[in-house]
């Protein structure tokens, strides 16, 4: 290479506009993904078919400042710190009431038609009503055992927010 070759390929012809780039991109990144939007991998079973473990989502972090959770969002939901989270579907709101009946959820005295459950098992679940602050919360993989399934009860503070794609 020539002399300033090598330089040249890295930083390119004008080096403080590619340093420039290089901060913009790096700035832009950390406010999209520590504020915007949140990458989560899919791990476990308990949403499969919907997302399978390994498939990456995207959940947006700000969605719930400017609307309300909605029935049927696909959820992140806030565990322990600021990253551990379970991806779930939102099937009920507050003052709502749920149970389960040989496997099919129940929403205020109705049985829900769910086309994304593809595999099922008998769950049984007493009518629960939901508090002021309550949303319930499933996986759509319902053919675990109902003991080995995380769900239920989530508070509005705990939703981080839904998922974009």
């Known amino acids: 290479m020539t002399r300033g070759g090598l330089g040249r390929v890295i930083a390119g012809r004008n080096p403080r506009r590619t340093a420039l780039r290089v901060l913009v991109l790096i700035v832009g990144a950390y406010v999209v993904f520590g504020?915007?939007?949140?990458?989560?991998?899919?791990?476990?079973?308990?949403?499969?078919?919907?997302?399978?473990?390994?498939?990456?989502?995207?959940v947006n972090q700000v969605a719930y400042r400017f609307r309300d959770p909605a029935r049927g969002d696909i959820v992140a939901v806030r565990i322990a710190g600021?990253?551990?989270?379970?991806?779930k579907r939102l099937l009920?709101?507050?003052?709502?009431?749920?149970?389960?009946?040989?496997?099919?959820l129940w929403r205020n005295g109705v049985p829900l038609d769910e086309p994304y459950v593809t595999n099922r098992a008998a769950w049984q679940l007493d009518e629960v009503t939901l508090g002021a602050d309550d949303y319930f919360v499933v996986g759509d993989n319902r053919g675990m055992a109902m003991a080995q399934h995380e769900f239920g009860t989530a508070t509005r503070n705990r939703?981080?927010?839904?998922?974009?794609f």
């Not at 600021?82 to 991806?87: M, P, Q």
């Not at 009920?92 to 099919?104: E, K, M, Q, S």
């Open 35 to 58: 504020y915007l939007l949140m990458p989560i991998r899919g791990v476990g079973v308990s949403m499969e078919p919907t997302i399978e473990e390994g498939d990456l989502i995207f």
């Open 82 to 87: 600021r990253s551990v989270v379970y991806v």
């Open 159 to 164: 939703l981080i927010g839904p998922r974009i």
């Open 92 to 104: 009920a709101l507050p003052g709502d009431t749920v149970a389960f009946v040989d496997g099919v």
